[in-house]
């Protein structure tokens, strides 16, 4: 069984791997990083090499050299560390695996395998089990994305018995907009103690409605401090302050959205935010263009995220 740590909740972070202009990664930012989203976003949970930190774009080497970074780096800093293992080759997530149990990490996430995929549940689970199996004394997550791996499996299906096959089972990163299976998924597992984090950060408030017990998200690395204000609102029962923080952040979202927003564009947001360099993505996405950066930045300071006066602090205080 997993060691019994304590549940994951709350805002988790989906890191991005900051890279220089060579394309090479950029640990030397790692501890800054770590610190701002502490003491700037108040969020303290990560998500390390998935979506967002290209790590199905790293090398297994660099995937475990960015996982050490972050552990040495996050050391009394952060409350827990959830690295992403998934792979195209079982060898390969299991070797992730074996290794993010040797650093101390808090728990290990799994997409389905996207290229030879996966066609029903049970060969779902049973490649998911090999993973969870090499690492046995971690909490193990699964993480559905379906637009990205094309595997649709409902998650609500594969969460049914998910644990007498896999014990290691801790709960599901659901990055998908359906909404209906996400409050499934929830419904048919109240009595067990799982963690339901939502992976759309522009619906988050309809989740925490629905059972979600945290978020993984990209946004939170600038958008941090403006969720939270969210989700103390929704905890303390103030429904219309909650909504307006969710349309304050949807604004934004939504606004990117339309310039065309990913991972290359998340790179170039938090850099303007934070003020540490993100550099690049790694091809093949190409980097954020001009256009957008100063786009960005306008929308950005036309809500009082980002000070057109002093770029020092880049902070989120208000939305107008």
């Known amino acids: 069984?997993?060691?019994?740590?304590?549940?994951?909740?709350?805002?988790?972070?989906?890191?991005?791997?900051?890279?220089?202009?060579?394309?090479?990664?950029?640990?030397?930012?790692?501890?800054?990083?770590?610190?701002?989203?502490?003491?700037?976003?108040?969020?303290?949970?990560?998500?390390?090499?998935?979506?967002?930190?290209?790590?199905?774009?790293?090398?297994?080497?660099?995937?475990?050299?960015?996982?050490?970074?972050?552990?040495?780096?996050?050391?009394?800093?952060?409350?827990?560390?959830?690295?992403?293992?998934?792979?195209?080759?079982?060898?390969?997530?299991?070797?992730?695996?074996?290794?993010?149990?040797?650093?101390?990490?808090?728990?290990?996430?799994?997409?389905?395998?996207?290229?030879?995929?996966?066609?029903?549940?049970?060969?779902?689970?049973?490649f998911l089990k090999e993973v969870a199996a090499a690492a046995p004394a971690l909490p193990f997550y699964y993480y559905h994305?379906?637009?990205?791996?094309?595997?649709?499996?409902?998650?609500?299906?594969?969460?049914?018995?998910?644990?007498?096959?896999?014990?290691?089972?801790?709960?599901?990163?659901?990055?998908?907009?359906?909404?209906?299976?996400?409050?499934?998924?929830?419904?048919?597992?109240?009595?067990?103690?799982?963690a339901f984090l939502f992976g759309v950060d522009e619906q988050l408030l309809s989740a925490l409605v629905m059972g979600a017990t945290g978020a993984v998200g990209s946004t939170y690395n600038y958008l941090g401090k403006k969720t939270n204000q969210m989700l103390e609102a929704f905890e303390r029962k103030d429904f219309s302050s909650a909504l307006n923080h969710q349309f304050c952040i949807q604004r934004f979202i939504n606004f990117v959205l339309k310039l065309g927003f990913g991972v290359s564009q998340t790179k170039a947001i938090m850099t303007l935010v934070s003020g540490i360099p993100m550099g690049p993505p790694r091809p093949p996405l190409q980097r954020a263009s001009r256009e957008f950066i100063d786009e960005a930045k306008a929308r950005l300071e036309s809500l009082d995220f980002l000070s057109s006066t002093d770029l020092k602090d880049r902070n989120l205080e208000s939305c107008s």
């Open 1 to 126: 069984m997993a060691s019994q740590k304590k549940k994951l909740q709350g805002l988790v972070a989906a890191t991005i791997t900051p890279m220089t202009e060579h394309g090479e990664i950029n640990f030397s930012v790692i501890g800054q990083y770590v610190d701002y989203l502490v003491e700037e976003q108040g969020v303290k949970n990560i998500f390390v090499n998935g979506t967002t930190g290209e790590g199905l774009s790293l090398s297994v080497s660099e995937r475990r050299q960015v996982a050490e970074e972050w552990m040495t780096k996050g050391r009394n800093k952060l409350d827990q560390v959830v690295i992403h293992v998934g792979a195209l080759s079982l060898k390969e997530s299991q070797e992730l695996a074996r290794h993010a149990a040797e650093i101390g990490a808090d728990g290990i996430a799994v997409i389905a395998p996207f290229f030879l995929k996966p066609w029903n549940k049970d060969v779902l689970i049973n």
């Open 145 to 194: 994305i379906p637009a990205l791996t094309g595997v649709k499996i409902r998650a609500e299906e594969l969460l049914d018995g998910i644990q007498e096959k896999i014990p290691t089972f801790q709960g599901l990163k659901f990055s998908d907009t359906d909404l209906l299976d996400f409050g499934q998924c929830v419904d048919q597992n109240r009595e067990r103690q799982f």
